[in-house]
T-cell receptor, first 111, second 110 residues
Framework: DSGVTQTPKHLITATGQRVTLRCSPR?????VYWYQQSLDQGLQFLIH???????AKGNILERFSAQQFPDLHSELNLSSLELGDSALYFC??????????FGAGSRLTVL | AQRVTQPEKLLSVFKGAPVELKCNYS??????LFWYVQYSRQRLQLLLR??SRESIKGFTADLNKGETSFHLKKPFAQEEDSAMYYC????????????FGSGTRLSIRP
């Protein structure tokens, strides 16, 4: 499958914990975008990486961080988790210009 | 600041009726506008983009810079159009942010 792959699909954890969400972009795509979708909310832009470099930040909390590795996969790290961090986290990749291919999402539940 | 507003959370129309999903934006430069769609149990996917000026699955959208709108229209709704629709904005070809509206759920009644 040459599409966008996100792992894990589902994750349940407790408040105060730290998790890492992983994204493998579509083959050949250099850009990776991360979005958060909370209940009844739209897609909130978190961060964009292009070929390993951070290009733009949205309303990403300081407790969250991300990086893109030389093989172009990306990880989103969420720490000191709170109940309000429960959401669907989407990764999307782009080969340009600005057209996104989305992954299936990682559903995070914080108890 | 970039902003995309979709005023309707839910739009319900009868099969065969016209559909218009509203999208308004705020951006100081020349934006690129998109509509993305998510069908049940499928991934979010691109429906159309304004620079392509094409009709996809009978849907069209015209960028109105004067009214800062990019409404999605279809003259005759079909049941398979039921889905979640998101309007998105990018600040041009070198933009780094692509932001989305809150989405409109379109429900087509038989």
């Amino acid at each position: 499958d040459s599409g966008v792959t996100q792992t894990p699909k589902h994750l349940i954890t407790a408040t105060g914990q730290r998790v890492t969400l992983r994204c493998s972009p579509r083959s050949g795509d250099l850009s990776v975008y991360w979005y958060q979708q909370s209940l009844d909310q739209g897609l909130q832009f978190l961060i964009h990486y292009y070929n390993g470099e951070e290009r733009a930040k949205g309303n990403i909390l300081e407790r969250f961080s991300a990086q893109q590795f030389p093989d172009l996969h990306s990880e989103l790290n969420l720490s000191s988790l709170e109940l309000g961090d429960s959401a669907l986290y989407f990764c999307a990749s782009s080969g340009g210009p600005n057209v996104l291919t989305f992954g299936a999402g990682s559903r995070l539940t914080v108890l | 600041a970039q902003r995309v507003t979709q005023p309707e959370k839910l739009l319900s129309v009868f099969k065969g009726a016209p559909v218009e999903l509203k999208c308004n934006y705020s951006y100081s430069g020349s934006p690129e506008l998109f509509w993305y769609v998510q069908y049940s149990r499928q991934r979010l996917q691109l429906l159309l983009r304004h620079i392509s000026r094409e009709s996809i699955k009978g849907f069209t959208a015209d960028l109105n810079k004067g009214e800062t709108s990019f409404h999605l229209k279809k003259p005759f709704a079909q049941e398979e159009d039921s889905a979640m629709y998101y309007c998105a904005l990018s600040g041009g070809s070198s933009a780094s942010k692509i932001i989305f509206g809150s989405g409109t759920r379109l429900s087509i009644r038989p």
